[in-house]
């Protein structure tokens, strides 16, 4: 299965666990890597549209990783889509490029499990938190995968590093069959 995927992570250089995770997708076989910071640093106005969509286009299924980030998108990813996803392209009249392809999120939280549930601070689980990129995906006719999640991983160590990695080798490989 053609696989693109989408990291991002605003302090990449500090976070073992997004670089392990972008590694391993750099293993896989038919995955294209697009790196939002690498490519484009801070500035969403520098986004290459056209490749973009180019790339997705492509892909049979879009993989988005970032770490929770206030309880939400990184910045750079949720401009990224503001600006990729477009009308005309992504939905409304003739937006169907991404319809049917799948969207499998991979996310990272530094606060343990228990932080995202009914019962911790936020009163939340990460499904409540991803809501709105789960509503995105399937307002433009995506196929929502349940997430895979990392929790508690401000400190990983090796061990945990590889355990995490695969962990994401399985998902991607847990879902080769056609949609």
Known sequence: ???????SHPGFEQSAVTRTI?????????TEVRHLEALYGDDAARFDVM???AAHD???RVVVVFPIHWFNLTPMLKAYMN???TYGWAFGPGGTALRGKRMQVVV??????ATYSHQGPIRSTMDEVLTPLKASALYIGMRWEPPLAFYGVMNADAARLAG???????RMADCIEPA
């Open 1 to 7: 299965m053609k696989t693109l995927v989408i990291v």
């Open 22 to 30: 972008k590694q391993v997708a750099e293993s896989l076989p038919d």
């Open 51 to 53: 490749a973009e969509q």
């Open 58 to 60: 492509a892909a049979e």
């Open 83 to 85: 600006r990729v996803w």
């Open 108 to 113: 990272s939280a530094g606060a343990a499990e």
């Open 164 to 170: 995490i990695g695969q962990a994401f080798a399985q």
